[in-house]
T-cell receptor, first 111, second 113 residues
């Protein structure tokens, strides 16, 4: 049973729209992460957070932004979606052992 | 969308045979290693982990081997089944200062009937 939840599972949206991808975890983990992954490709870290009010940019430059107002919630926002944003977005949280638990992902298509 | 990075290498295995997926890790300070399985359209799932004070750990049908001398990690899957078809990622972390996991590039495992 998943302890980290991402919504929506799939999203098709028009160019220029603002979107927010939701990620919530019930494990009380402080550290949370967003990865971008194209089909059949590597995982690329785009944002992470070490706790409430902490956000950092990852290794891959992204036009998205994140916020961390509550421990359990780590949403990702695109102010103006473009076709180049089409990808899968994966959210994860880190346990005390140092392993990630991933959500099921949001597959975003911008048309 | 524009793809970033390299396409993953593929390992093709006959159903019923053993699979061995290899990974070279990068950080000499890493002391915690994890293998993830990612099926099509899903997020990566934890398979097995190993700490640097061990060189072998076994799970159900899976074994992870760690060679710190050459910074090499391998995942062995016994009696490979169609359900094992997935992309497998190795990952490394520094347990005492766990911050970000470093992922390997991944290997796609395909099963021949």
């Amino acid at each position: 049973e998943a302890d980290i939840y991402q919504t929506p599972r799939y999203l098709v949206i028009g160019t220029g729209k603002k979107i927010t991808l939701e990620c919530s975890q019930t494990m009380g983990h402080d550290k949370m992460y967003w990865y971008q992954q194209d089909p059949g490709m590597e995982l690329h870290l785009i944002h992470y957070s070490y706790g409430v009010n902490s956000t950092e940019k990852g290794d891959l430059s992204s036009e998205s932004t994140v916020s961390r107002i509550r421990t359990e919630h780590f949403p990702l926002t695109l102010e103006s979606a473009r076709p180049s944003h089409t990808s899968q977005y994966l959210c994860a949280s880190m346990s005390r052992t140092g392993a990630y638990t991933f959500g099921s992902g949001t597959r975003l298509t911008v048309v | 969308g524009e793809s970033v990075g390299l396409h993953l290498p593929t390992l093709s295995v006959q159903e019923g045979d053993n699979s061995i997926i290899n990974c070279a890790y990068s950080n000499s300070a890493s002391d915690y290693f994890i293998w993830y399985k990612q099926e099509s359209g899903k997020g990566p799932q934890f398979i097995i982990d190993i700490r640097s004070n061990m060189d072998k750990r076994q799970g159900q049908r899976v074994t992870v081997l760690l060679n710190k001398t050459v910074k090499h990690l391998s995942l062995q899957i016994a009696a490979t089944q169609p359900g094992d078809s997935a992309v497998y990622f190795c990952a490394e972390n520094v347990y005492s200062s766990a911050s970000k996991i470093i992922f390997g590039s991944g290997t796609r495992l395909s099963i021949r009937p």
